[in-house]
């Protein structure tokens, strides 16, 4: 029951803020993992507050290229080198853990580290976690909170 | 009044976008500086006449709460009005912005139209 709950905020924020910030509305979601992804771009930051954890957000070269000349207000056929993609990305997952912290009804304020990019190697276990992935007209953005304490 | 703004944020790619809302805003804009944390925040405030700063709060070297706190301690720039913008619209976190001596604040997503309101607001204030 948690989980889909939590599965149903991670929703919720990405409904959100790819509405409000990167004119990318969400068309479905589904359980983690995401369709096949090639060359993904995961990018992942820290959070402490009355809960800590880490959130990690995925998405192929393509889609994270689409969302991050959204962002920019772009047009599709400008360029973006990979590094301008990767902070995009970085920011669209500190907004979108934001969302996720401010839904669950804590009343301390919370400190988010900056995004960086990350192997899935690299990305922690521990605790619970919690995954969507939401699918947008450019592809597939997945997320994944775990929380340690 | 014509408004010369300081954004100040540690991520490239949200001092774009600031700075893209802010000139499609139709708001009186006559320049816009931006600082990539807190320290150049102080910089630039101290070299150019600005009379609006917007900031984001968490950023490396110093984090947006310190600097408004010396911007706030500064004579010569504590009557600059200051909007700070967060993903944390948690009580406590508002309560401490308002405590900091912040004017306004702006939660993260927001729309063009929500900043544009927010610096109206301030300007009418």
């Known amino acids: ?149 | 009044m014509s408004l010369r703004v300081l954004v100040v944020d540690d991520s490239p790619a949200m001092r774009v976008l600031l700075k893209k809302i802010l000139g499609l805003s139709g708001l009186p804009i006559e320049n816009i500086l931006d600082a990539s944390d807190g320290v150049e925040g102080l910089t630039r405030l101290r070299s150019h006449p600005i009379n609006l700063i917007l900031t984001d709060i968490n950023m490396p070297n110093m984090d947006g709460e310190e600097f408004v706190r010396q911007v706030k301690a500064d004579k010569n720039l504590r009557e600059i009005p200051v909007i700070m913008i967060t993903t944390d619209n948690s009580t406590a976190r508002v309560l401490r912005l308002r405590q900091l001596g912040a004017q306004g604040y702006l939660c993260k997503p927001f729309t063009p139209a929500m900043v544009k309101e927010k610096v109206l607001a301030l300007m009418s204030a």
């Open chain 1, 1 to 149: 029951m948690i989980a889909e709950q939590m599965a149903s905020k991670l929703r919720d924020a990405a409904s959100s803020v790819l509405e409000m910030m990167f004119a990318a509305p969400v068309l479905a979601d589904q359980e983690f993992p995401p369709a096949d992804v090639t060359g993904p771009i995961l990018v992942a930051l820290e959070f402490v507050g009355q809960v800590k954890g880490t959130f990690a957000l995925a998405a192929g070269a393509e889609p994270a290229r689409q969302l991050a000349l959204g962002f920019m207000g772009m047009n599709t056929s400008e360029h973006l080198d990979r590094q301008q993609v990767i902070e995009v990305l970085g920011e669209l997952a500190n907004m979108l853990c934001g969302h996720f912290l401010g839904q669950l009804n804590y009343h301390e304020s919370f400190q988010l580290s900056t995004p960086k990019e990350v192997t899935l190697e690299s990305l922690t276990h521990e605790g619970h976690s919690y995954q969507r992935t939401v699918h947008l007209e450019s592809g597939a953005l997945s997320m994944q909170v775990a929380i340690h304490a």
